[in-house]
């Protein structure tokens, strides 16, 4: 593909308000460029875009389209029937995915892409925040917003650039890094992927886009990904058993902590400590580890990085309290994040009851792995199951059959303890009123989803 974005000062973005797409807007403004765009809904996104003075339409129209855009980045969820896209088309104005952008600005840089089903976003900050007090200088882009930048991207001056590579339409085979921290495998996005096998085929497709002297960085406890084949010269794999070159051994959650030491090729690095629950969290900081004493990294710093991240946005983000109730705002949408961040907030508050908040995240994903989000939810104390949000471009009608209410009947015919706890909320509004209503102090009030319900967090806490 031939864009010279030295050439190009006007660019138009379809789904602005996307975490990714946000992120180039900005890296584009920051470099001069006149950037517009739009997006179906408001968001804290697209209000903070705008607070930066990009030029934000709420809806999508042609009329959008001014006749001197020179390019049109757009989101991959989009159809080919939204009403820019054809503007642009119709005007001969050269039009790319979001990942095709990135990887046009990534691949000439020292790449470093972190990949898997779960804990992308929390790895590749941990990974991030690392770099920069190591003074690497890296950019950065996540899929969510760290606290420190107060934004999903960081420009450095270096060669480093770290980005989260999603796997949703095989959007990352447009990248070719230097380095791949690869932190799981497991079957999502199946309104695109036909199984198991085609979803593992991508991850091979995408390892192979590593160069000879490249490096992959994994989860070797993962038997999804031990299957992969690769072309990389050298392979680091973390994880808990014996056999990794980068393993976690007593593991203790207390205090509000969590607590492992880490043997590096036989030899123990010492005891280092989280903030952030599970361990899931556990893998993530592995695969950070692991990078950093692959860059030379001192320990004591990577010690030091780890202790001091405490969350990004929606990622087991504390929000404050409502009603002595403290409020936990969390992305898991699918079943196994979704049971894992549970039990991780169980262990993390022993004593404490869970009162859990889902909104289910696309009719396709449920109805496809509807007998594992009923397992889901078994370490809850109670539990409201919200209306599943819609995901504009990627809905069909043959999957609709399938509804919150479903689950929650489903669960309460199981008999297990969470059955007799359990309530259906239509909509947000009727969520925020079952809260209200169940609510006790120190409850531990978990809300999740990847949806629009970490707004109820927002407003409880305001």
């Keep these: 593909m031939e864009i010279d974005f030295e050439k190009i000062n006007k660019i138009h973005f379809i789904g602005i308000g996307g975490i990714g797409l946000s992120a180039i807007a900005r890296l584009m403004q920051m470099n001069g460029k006149k950037i517009s765009g739009s997006d179906l809904n408001r968001s ?24 001197d855009i020179e390019l049109v980045i757009h989101t991959m969820a989009i159809s080919k029937e939204n009403p820019e896209l054809k503007k642009a088309k119709e005007l001969h104005i050269k039009t790319i995915t979001y990942p095709e952008s990135l990887g046009l600005i990534f691949n000439g840089r020292y790449g470093i892409a972190v990949c898997g089903t779960h804990g992308k976003s929390s790895t590749t900050a941990m990974a991030g925040l690392m770099l920069d007090d190591a003074e690497l200088d890296p950019s950065i882009i996540v899929g969510s917003i760290l606290p420190r930048y107060k934004s ?17 339409k095989r959007a990352f085979l447009n990248y070719y890094p230097k380095i791949i921290l690869l932190n799981n495998i497991e079957l999502d996005h199946t309104d695109y992927y036909k199984d198991l096998n085609d979803f593992k085929g991508a991850f091979t497709e995408f390892v192979s886009h590593l160069p000879e002297d490249g490096i992959l960085i994994c989860n070797g406890d993962d038997e999804n990904i031990v299957c992969i084949k690769h072309q990389a010269l050298k392979v680091i794999k973390f994880g808990l058993k014996e056999n990794n070159e980068v393993r976690a051994i007593n593991i203790i959650f207390t205090d509000g902590r969590t607590r492992f030491e880490v043997i590096y090729q036989n030899e123990n690095l010492g005891e ?25 990294i001192p320990v004591e710093q990577i010690k030091k990085s780890l202790e001091n991240y405490a969350g990004i946005w929606r990622r087991f983000e504390i929000k404050g309290e409502y009603k002595s109730a403290l409020v936990i705002s969390d992305y898991a949408h699918h079943p196994t994040a979704v049971k894992s961040t549970i039990e991780a907030t169980k262990n993390f508050y022993p004593g404490k009851r869970i009162f859990t908040v889902f909104q289910p995240h696309q009719h396709n994903r449920i109805k496809e792995l509807y007998q594992d989000f009923l397992k889901s939810f078994d370490k809850a104390d109670v539990l409201i199951l919200a209306e599943i949000f819609d995901v504009t471009g990627r809905e069909e009608a043959k999957d609709q059959t399938v509804g919150s209410l479903n689950l929650v009947n489903d669960i309460k015919k199981q008999g297990k303890v969470i059955s007799k706890n359990i309530c259906y909320a239509k909509n947000l509004q009727e969520a925020r009123k079952l809260i209200d209503e169940k609510i006790k102090p120190d409850d531990i009030l978990l809300i999740m989803g990847a949806g629009d319900i970490y707004k109820i967090a927002d407003e409880l806490v305001e």
Excluded: M
């Design 152 to 168: 999903n991207l960081r420009i450095g001056k270096s060669k480093y650039f770290l980005i989260e590579a999603c796997e949703y």
């Design 272 to 296: 280092f400590v989280l903030k952030v629950p599970g361990l899931f969290n556990i893998f993530n900081a592995l695969g950070a580890i692991s990078l950093g004493l692959n860059l030379k």
């Design 44 to 67: 804290l996104i697209v209000d903070n875009l705008e607070r930066d003075g990009l030029e934000v339409f709420i809806g999508q129209s042609g009329k959008n389209i001014a006749d």
